[in-house]
């Protein structure tokens, strides 16, 4: 049956890849800001941002660790009520730190190692 094969499940989710392949996944309005913040720091990024499934926007190296980083835009209602249901649940799932920035003084802060306030909290 095409429902207990899981078919309709992987219908859905070639769906979204289809419509994430042509539209391409919403950036934050302050997405460029942040990146070009931390490029200029010496930090590198690899944007995911269009990877989707809840995973975080970027990969970063800073300071010779590889971090993971979620970028969240202050000003809009979306991105003041944090991260949605599919990111928390894969940041629940990952065993490492997901970082939340939302400001350039957030980036200024994650250069310097003060991640106080940047973490996002394990469940």
């Known amino acids: ?19 994430m392949s042509k539209y391409g996944a919403k950036k934050d309005a302050n997405h460029h800001a942040i990146v070009g913040a931390l490029e200029s720091a010496g930090i590198a990024v690899i944007d995911m941002s269009g990877h989707g499934y809840g995973f975080p926007d970027l990969i970063v190296c800073r300071r010779g660790l590889t971090l993971l980083v979620e970028i969240k835009n202050p000003l809009t209602p979306y991105g003041k009520r944090g991260l949605n249901k599919k990111q928390s649940e894969w940041a629940d799932k990952w065993p490492a730190t997901v970082y939340i920035l939302k400001t350039l003084e957030d980036v200024g ?13 394990k469940k």
Do not use: P, W, Y
């Not at 429902?3 to 890849?17: D, K, T, V």
């Not at 190692?113 to 996002?120: A, E, I, M, Q, T």
């Open 109 to 121: 802060r994650f250069a310097n190692l003060d991640d106080v306030g940047l973490k996002r909290e």
């Open 1 to 19: 049956c095409h429902l207990a094969s899981g078919g309709a499940l992987r219908a859905g989710q070639a769906a979204a890849r289809a419509i």
